[in-house]
Antibody, heavy 120, light 106 residues
Framework: QVQLLQSGAEMKRPGASVRVSCKAS????????MHWVRQAPGQGLEWMGM????????TYAQKFQGRVTMTRDTSTRTVYMEMSSLTFEDTAVYYC?????????????WGQGTLVTVSS | SFDLTQPPSVSVSPGQTASITCSGD??????VCWYRQKPGQSPVLVIY???KRPSGIPERLSGSNSGNTATLTISGTQAMDEGDYYC?????????FGGGTKLTVL
């Protein structure tokens, strides 16, 4: 079965960077795009961007361009999301999510989420 | 930018039909997905490509999409259907989420 296992909670100071990992299993890693979605406390879902594990091609939401980098390691079947210049407003749960079937078929599998807290 | 608008909340009595709308310019020209999220849990895909259900999603959840509005319909609503529902579509090669609707089963 498809599983996405994310790294543990992080606490960072303003201005720091954070890297969250997402280890995939149960399917051919390079066959599906991986997305990153975040959710601030009490707020809705916010799409950050996506990466093709096959080609490493990335697309970022305009809001995060220049501050977010998504990468992958095919040897460990892991996708990474790194965000720099953190502010208090970046406190959120960060999810990785895999395409369900096709690029327009929704995000069918989600990780358990990683809480990133930005605090001084 | 392309925006998706949902009502903040919808209430329904057990056994009745709940409808949650999602509005956007010419939304009917593209596929819409729906997710349900319960407190403390990751979102779950409940409808994709306007009206298809992933494995394990009951038939009483259905979707439609035409014109500027997509609709998620839950027939015979049960207490387990409570949660936050988000619509999702694509805009300029990026994923767009609606603001979410809190469904309360009274």
């Amino acid at each position: 079965q498809v599983q996405l296992l994310q790294s543990g909670a992080e606490m960072k100071r303003p201005g720091a960077s954070v890297r969250v990992s997402c280890k995939a299993s149960g399917y051919t890693f390079t066959d599906y795009y991986m997305h990153w979605v975040r959710q601030a406390p009490g707020q809705g879902l916010e799409w950050m961007g996506m990466i093709s594990p096959s080609t490493t091609s990335t697309t970022y939401a305009q809001k995060f361009q220049g501050r977010v980098t998504m990468t992958r390691d095919t040897s460990t079947r892991t996708v990474y999301m790194e965000m720099s210049s953190l502010t208090f407003e970046d406190t959120a749960v960060y999810y990785c999510a895999r395409d369900h079937l096709t690029s327009v078929g929704g995000l069918g599998y989600w990780g358990q989420g990683t809480l990133v807290t930005v605090s001084s | 930018s392309f925006d998706l608008t949902q009502p903040p909340s919808v209430s329904v009595s057990p056994g009745q039909t709940a409808s949650i709308t999602c509005s956007g310019d010419d939304l009917g020209d593209q596929y819409v997905c729906w997710y349900r999220q319960k407190p403390g849990q990751s979102p779950v895909l409940v409808i994709y490509e306007d009206n298809k259900r992933p494995s394990g999603i009951p038939e009483r959840l259905s979707g439609s999409n035409s014109g500027n509005t997509a609709t998620l319909t839950i027939s015979g609503t049960q207490a387990m259907d409570e949660g936050d529902y988000y619509c999702q579509a694509w805009g300029s090669s990026t994923v767009i989420f609606g603001g979410g609707t809190k469904l309360t089963v009274l």
